[in-house]
């Protein structure tokens, strides 16, 4: 009696605690295998040539590696219909707690304590003038961020990259606040050619850059990676990745499988975020931060000079070009037959007026060079050390037609020939060597400006 009274006992209990148990063992297994950013699903086994940049298609898989059997953040409130969470909400929360919180990780801990000495201490003063100079541009980049779903803290990803100098340049020919590389920046649809750089306007470079950046994190599932990618290249952190064996930026930090400024550059970036985001707490107080990038878009018709554009603005040419970096040269790019100038606020109107009223011989001056007998326009630029595709260009000629002894041509004005825009360069060295399939250096076309001769006379 006893024995089966006991054995009904034992029964009642199982009965009560099997529900408990099989919901714990799901948990545990079935449930966790389907967490996004599992090692398994997030482990980049494809090179560049295999993932195009264009047209991404972005996955479920977007959580911080380092944390596999938790996710990194809480889940957010809306869902979808099938209960899933909305990658667009995790893109822009995913990783960045990561960045200020290292939890044990002493290896994290150690590097962006020296990188937070390095910028309030070592180069205090260089640091001070990046983020004053970087307050113009913070709200323009923000909202483009904001736009792209991106976190905002990736706003101070040029901080480290050039210090906010549109036109900073590095040893590896990268350029601008993003410091992109020609073949990447014409990768993101931005022009690099004789009249125009536009990796060096900050807002068609921040475009880009958040464009390659969620290109990045989706390839890498981490911000770390993602940033450590921006860095060196995506084949280089995969490869790395691979050989380490290993998903955390902050393990591959301790071999010797990335560079020495790769290991630096994430823990440069969390340091730099963290005194921008609180200045007066690492000692920068009394900053005095600049107006925000303001300005009115004209669309207008070329040919003109920036010093009559800056004429008709009551500007310096200097702040006609403040406003519009991506121009080269002495004038708005003659193969194109309408330019998006940036003028002062406020001044489109009138800006306009002015503008279509004034007669093309006035709004765009030229020198003049009689050929002589035999010169083509092929010898003439060899000879005056002028590029010939734009010599041909300017005089709406072919490059090897034989002009006759006495034919005008007309060339860039003396004073803006080979004229540099002189700008105090960051001096940060860059060893991005971003590399995507298919991508050639390639000539600029131009086509033939019309008219030229009529209308191009010097005064």
């Known amino acids: 009696m006893y024995r ?15 529900p408990v148990k099989s919901e714990a063992l799901f948990t545990d297994t079935e449930a966790m295998s389907n967490v996004p950013g599992t090692l398994q699903d997030n482990l980049p086994h494809r090179s560049v040539s295999d993932l195009s940049t264009k047209g991404i298609t972005y996955s479920e898989s977007i959580m911080e590696h380092s944390f596999i059997s938790v996710p990194l953040h809480p ?28 939890g044990d990780d002493t290896n ?3 590097a962006v304590s020296a990188q937070l000495t390095f910028f309030a201490d070592t180069i205090k003063k ?7 100079r970087g307050s113009k541009y913070l709200p323009v980049m923000k909202t ?17 990259e050039s210090g906010y100098n549109n036109f900073a340049k590095s040893p590896a020919q990268a350029a601008g606040p993003w410091q992109f590389i020609a073949g990447t920046a014409r990768d993101y649809n931005l022009k690099v050619n004789y009249w125009v750089d536009e990796r060096q306007d900050p807002v068609k470079s921040t475009y880009a850059a958040s464009k390659y950046l969620r290109f990045l994190y989706e390839k890498f599932g981490s911000w770390d990676l993602a940033l450590a990618a921006y860095n060196a290249g995506e084949v280089k952190i995969e490869k790395a990745m691979k050989m380490a064996n290993t998903d955390s930026y902050w393990s591959l930090i301790t071999t010797g499988l990335i560079a020495k400024e790769t290991k630096l550059y994430v823990p440069r970036f969390i340091a730099a975020k963290e005194i921008a985001i609180e200045p007066e707490r690492y000692g920068f107080n009394d900053l005095e931060y600049e107006t925000p990038l303001e300005y009115d878009i004209v669309v207008v018709e070329p040919p003109a000079t920036l010093d009559f554009i800056a004429k008709v603005a009551g500007i310096s040419t200097a702040k006609i070009r403040d406003l519009n970096p991506e121009l080269k040269q002495w004038c708005l790019p003659p ?3 309408k330019y998006r100038l940036r003028v002062p606020q406020g001044m489109k109107d009138d800006f306009r007026l002015i503008y279509e009223n004034t007669p093309d011989h006035q709004r765009y001056t030229l020198d003049k060079y009689l050929a002589k007998k035999g010169e083509s326009i092929k010898k003439i630029s060899k000879k005056l050390h002028m590029p010939q595709d734009i010599l041909a260009e300017i005089n709406g000629t072919s490059i090897n037609s034989k002009l006759s002894e006495g034919t005008l041509v007309y060339l860039p004005p003396s004073d803006m020939q080979h004229r540099e825009v ?7 060295r860059d060893t991005k060597q971003v590399k995507h399939s298919g991508i050639r250096h390639k000539a600029v076309k131009h086509s033939p400006v019309k ?9």
């Not at 002189?422 to 940060?428: E, L, R």
């Not at 008219?451 to 005064?459: D, E, L």
């Open 126 to 132: 260089k640091f001070n003038q990046w983020l004053v």
């Open 144 to 160: 483009i961020l904001k736009e792209n779903n991106l976190p905002e803290e990736l706003v101070y990803v040029p901080l480290i």
């Open 4 to 18: 089966t009274i006991f054995s009904a006992a034992v029964l009642s209990l199982l009965i009560l605690i099997m």
């Open 75 to 102: 889940l957010p409130a809306q869902e979808d219909c099938d209960g899933s969470i909305r990658k667009e909400e995790m893109l822009l929360r995913g990783g960045f707690t990561k960045f200020t919180q290292y």
């Open 422 to 428: 002189t700008h105090n360069n960051v001096t940060h």
């Open 108 to 110: 994290a801990a150690e």
């Open 451 to 459: 008219s030229t001769k009529r209308r191009h006379t010097k005064g």
């Open 335 to 337: 193969d194109v037959s």
